[in-house]
Every structure is written in structure tokens, then in C-alpha cells.
């Protein structure tokens, strides 16, 4: 969707702007149902780059102790504890630049992944940059879908994060896509960004073809000793208006009320779910911050009327339109 289409939306009247998300989320999404996922950090600080949300940079004292890769056996046993509690994805991150093929530490997170997409759910992992081969490595052992975030607009993007690039990220969703893996691609807001490089983020995304299978919308967590610890927290209802846009220009897209959710009271998640969220993550833990309770999520899905979503293990990538196939670079 073009900014300016985006733009004329986002400065609707709030309660227009919801009429129009909700008439997209039913005709796509009629079933009221929200996805639950269960993330994991597999790999926790000690990271080379540089990006100053994270507190698992090696470059900020922010109180994460570096950790080793987990060991496959416990990766299984908060796998299948997972899918126990009825999580339909179980998302695996690691700290990490990116992977490279021919490393042991590929193989080991190749040979994890195996044996959890043996459990049933749909597998998602976000371990940085990738190239050709990985990618088709990560689809061969069983990934669903790849999570790599543009995080903000492509004009904010260097003054947030130094040690890649803008390009860099969308030649790793590029090959994630060439390799048949689903994307999930989102953004963080609250990072000083305007609500043009808001809007950009999302021209960006809903351009990518095939359009990403899932939409993380995270909200700063500010964590101590980054350097946007301090930052503001971000208004409710631009979070409200950013899903309804996201839900309106990638109407096939599960959107994530990702991180954030503990800042946010439950008639503030409620709207988020009307204005076209329909995915959350769940579980107390995101990959070092907090998030809501099992139960107390469990509760607002009961209170909502909404219900817990299906497994779904066929995930294809969404067939492309090769003749308006998108070069991944920046105009
Ligand atoms: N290293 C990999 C990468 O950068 O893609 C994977 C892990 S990284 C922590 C995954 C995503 O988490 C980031 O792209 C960002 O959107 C989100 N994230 C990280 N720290 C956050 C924070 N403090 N608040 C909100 N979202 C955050
Ligand atoms: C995404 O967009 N949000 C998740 C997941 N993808 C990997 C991560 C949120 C991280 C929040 C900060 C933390 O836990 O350190
Ligand atoms: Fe490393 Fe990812 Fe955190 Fe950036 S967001 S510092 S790449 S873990």
C-alpha cells in the first residue's frame, strides 16, 4: 500500500479508521481467533551489533548475563510444554549477527529445529542475517516462518542501529522468501521515530511480495542501560491505529500485539484485538523482558469471547506475483 494511502487512513477519525480495519479483519478472519505463541530465547546476550532497543547488545551494561546456546533437551522439554498449553507456535531467537553455513553452531540450531518441528506446531525462528544457503538449510529442517523485523522506517533505521544495514535486512527477508519460508516482519514503535517513519515502516512491509505471513507489532520494552532507556512510552492509540493500518494493508497477515502488552491495561489490548490483532505471545517471558501471565491472557481471550487458534503446519509461502516481484532495495 502506498504512504499516501496509509496516511489518509491513519488520520481518520479513530472510530472510522476502526470501521474500516474491522470490516477487513472479518471478511479475512471471521473466526475470533487469536494465535497464541510461546517464544523462547535459545541464545541470550553477548551480541556484536549495536541496536539500541536490545538489551542483549554486548555494547550496553543493561544486566543481561551472556549465555551459551541451550541445550537441545531443554529446548524440547519448553517445547512440548509449550504445545501443552496450547501455544501454536514456538518461536526460537537468538542473540546473534546472524548464522552461517559451515559453522557448528549452525548444525546445532539445524539439528534443534528438526526435532522440534517434530512436535507439530509451527516452527519459527529469528537468528539474524541470513544468505542463500541458510535459508534453504533453515526451510530443509522445518522452519514455518522466518522472523527478521525492519523495526522502523528505512530513514530512521541508522540512527537506531549502526552496525547493519537497512538493505542487509531486507536481503535476509529476500532470501528467507526465495528459500519457500513464510516471513514474519514488523517494527518496534517508540523508538523517536514520527508517525511518517510509522507509516514508511509500513509501506515497506506491506509492499514485500509475497506479503509476510505475520506482522509483529512491538511496542518499546525500555530497557536499562540501552541507550533508549529513558525513551517515552508510546500512546496506546498510535499502537491501535498502526494495527488497524497493518491489518487493512496486509489483510491476509496474522498481526502480533507483540512486545509491550505489560504496559498496556486489558481494555487497551481489547481494542488492539478489534482493530485487526489476532496473534499474541504468550508466556511470562519474552526473550529477556516480561510479558502477561498465561492466565491472566487466558482470561481476557475468555472475557473477549475470542478463542485460541488452530494449529496450521501448511504454512506455504504466499505465491508471489513474479511480474510485480519487488527488488529488495531502497528507492
Ligand atoms: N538477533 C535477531 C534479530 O535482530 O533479528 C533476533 C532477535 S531480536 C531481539 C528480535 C526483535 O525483537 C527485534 O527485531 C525487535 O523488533 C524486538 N525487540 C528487541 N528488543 C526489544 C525491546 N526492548 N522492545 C521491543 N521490541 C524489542
Ligand atoms: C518480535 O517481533 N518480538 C519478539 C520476537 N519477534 C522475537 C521479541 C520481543 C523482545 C522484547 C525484548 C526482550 O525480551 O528482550
Ligand atoms: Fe543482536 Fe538482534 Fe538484539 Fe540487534 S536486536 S542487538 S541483532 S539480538
Not at 535459545?42 to 546456546?69: F, H, M, W
Not at 537441545?72 to 501443552?84: T, V, Y
Not at 487466558?298 to 478463542?307: F, N, P, V
Request: negative net charge; contains cysteine.
Amino acid at each position: 500500500m502506498t504512504y499516501s494511502e496509509l496516511e489518509t487512513l491513519y488520520h481518520l477519525p479513530l472510530f472510522e479508521l476502526l470501521q474500516r480495519s474491522r470490516k477487513v479483519h472479518e471478511a479475512h478472519w471471521p473466526a475470533g481467533e487469536v494465535q497464541l505463541c510461546t517464544l523462547l530465547s535459545i541464545k541470550t546476550g553477548g551480541c556484536s551489533e549495536d541496536c539500541s532497543y536490545c538489551a542483549q547488545s554486548a555494547r550496553y551494561n543493561s544486566g543481561v548475563t551472556p549465555e551459551r546456546l541451550m541445550e537441545k533437551c531443554q529446548i524440547m522439554e519448553r517445547a512440548k510444554a509449550a504445545k501443552q498449553s496450547g501455544s501454536t507456535r514456538f518461536c526460537m531467537g537468538a542473540a546473534w549477527r546472524g548464522v552461517r553455513e559451515g559453522t557448528e553452531r549452525f548444525e546445532q540450531v539445524l539439528d534443534i529445529i528438526q526435532d522440534v518441528s517434530e512436535l507439530g506446531m509451527e516452527v519459527c525462528v529469528t537468528l539474524g542475517e541470513l544468505g542463500p544457503t541458510e535459508a534453504l538449510r533453515l526451510k530443509q529442517a522445518g522452519v514455518t516462518a522466518y522472523n527478521h523485523n525492519i523495526d522502523t522506517s528505512p530513514e530512521h533505521y541508522p540512527n537506531i542501529v549502526t552496525t547493519h544495514s537497512f538493505q542487509d535486512r531486507l536481503n535476509t527477508i529476500r532470501h528467507a522468501q526465495d528459500a519457500g519460508m513464510s516471513v514474519c516482519c514488523g517494527g518496534i514503535l517508540g523508538l523517536g521515530e514520527t508517525t511518517q517513519d510509522r507509516l514508511k515502516m509500513l509501506e515497506v512491509v506491506s509492499e514485500f511480495n509475497p506479503q509476510p505471513e505475520s506482522v509483529p507489532i512491538n511496542s518499546l520494552m525500555p530497557m536499562p542501560g540501552t541507550p533508549l532507556a529513558e525513551q517515552q512510552k508510546v500512546d496506546v492509540f498510535d499502537v491501535i491505529r498502526i494495527i488497524a493500518l497493518a491489518r487493512i494493508s496486509i489483510p491476509k497477515a496474522k498481526v502480533r500485539l507483540s512486545a509491550g502488552r505489560t504496559h498496556f491495561s486489558e481494555e487497551a489490548q481489547a481494542l488492539c484485538f478489534f482493530a485487526g490483532a489476532n496473534s499474541i505471545f504468550y508466556g511470562d517471558k519474552l526473550l529477556t523482558a516480561s510479558n502477561p501471565a498465561v492466565e491472566k491472557d487466558l482470561a481476557l481471550i475468555d472475557k473477549l469471547g475470542l478463542k485460541p487458534q488452530e494449529p496450521n503446519r501448511n504454512l506455504p509461502a504466499p505465491d508471489a506475483d513474479s511480474k510485480k516481484a519487488l527488488e529488495p532495495q531502497l528507492g
